[in-house]
């Protein structure tokens, strides 16, 4: 009966299946966390990344609205305005 036994090695074969199972279980229970850190890291990244972008073309409107209020300003101090104001006499032209 031993000899007929050790001729079968069925069960040898499922303990080292089992094994091999067990093994690949831990190295993807292994890799699990580091795969999910990543892409936790990758998404909160490009949120603040989306998050400076709106900062930054809030800037630039607020710019851009300065730049034409600058432009309109240089133009009416510019313009002679002579005609809407009141005559200044002489001495006070500095």
Known sequence: ???SACRNPTCFVKFSEMEKIANIQAEINEV????????IG???QFYFIGQ???ILQDMNRHLETVLKN???LRK???KARC???LPIE?????
Do not use: G, I, M, Y
């Not at 002489?90 to 500095?94: L, M, P």
């Open 1 to 3: 009966t031993l000899d």
């Open 32 to 39: 699990q966390p580091v795969v999910l850190s990543v892409t």
């Open 42 to 44: 990758s998404t909160l």
């Open 52 to 54: 400076k972008c709106e």
């Open 70 to 72: 600058k432009k309109a």
């Open 76 to 78: 009416r101090l510019l």
């Open 83 to 85: 005609e809407d104001s």
């Open 90 to 94: 002489a001495t006070f032209h500095k």
